[in-house]
């Protein structure tokens, strides 16, 4: 199957890029064919041909709660996703995790995405874990 990990990071902090890369080698490890795009620098890119999505960004003040525009300008650019099951994560960065993680999940709900799965992540060894573990089907 083939499952596209779109990042988002939040100025120059590589927190998220890490993250995604952790994750896509977990999901490979399941015979996944695994791309990795980076939403700041691909924007207008169409990836509808993907089956399954792990979207994941971290918040761009301490305070937490707010995601970047550039996710919710990107997924509207982005071709038709709706009805793609997807995963959302955030990095463990800042106060408000819980509330960035639901924004954007709301951001990806808004464009018809189905969610199966949601998580905050910590580390690079946990995300790949998630990654070998994330049923996607």
């Not at 695994?34 to 999505?53: C, L, P, Q």
């Not at 999940?105 to 874990?129: C, T, V």
Request: glycine share 10%.
């Amino acid at each position: 199957m083939r499952v596209c990990v779109l990042y988002c990071d939040a100025g120059n902090d590589t927190t998220c890029k890490d993250l995604a890369s952790s994750l896509a080698e977990g999901i490979g490890t399941q015979g996944h064919i695994v791309d990795t795009i980076d939403m700041r620098h691909d924007a207008g890119k169409i990836v509808s041909f993907y089956e399954y999505f792990a979207i994941g960004t971290s918040s761009p003040s301490f305070w937490g709660g707010k995601i970047p525009d550039q996710v919710t300008s990107f997924l509207k650019q982005s071709g038709s996703l709706s009805g793609k099951r997807c995963f959302a994560f955030v990095s463990k960065r800042g106060v408000r995790q819980a509330k960035t993680l639901q924004n954007l999940m709301r951001a990806m709900e808004s464009q018809g995405m189905y969610l199966k799965y949601s998580d905050i992540l910590s580390n690079r060894g946990y995300a790949k874990e998630v990654g070998k573990r994330l049923i996607i089907s």
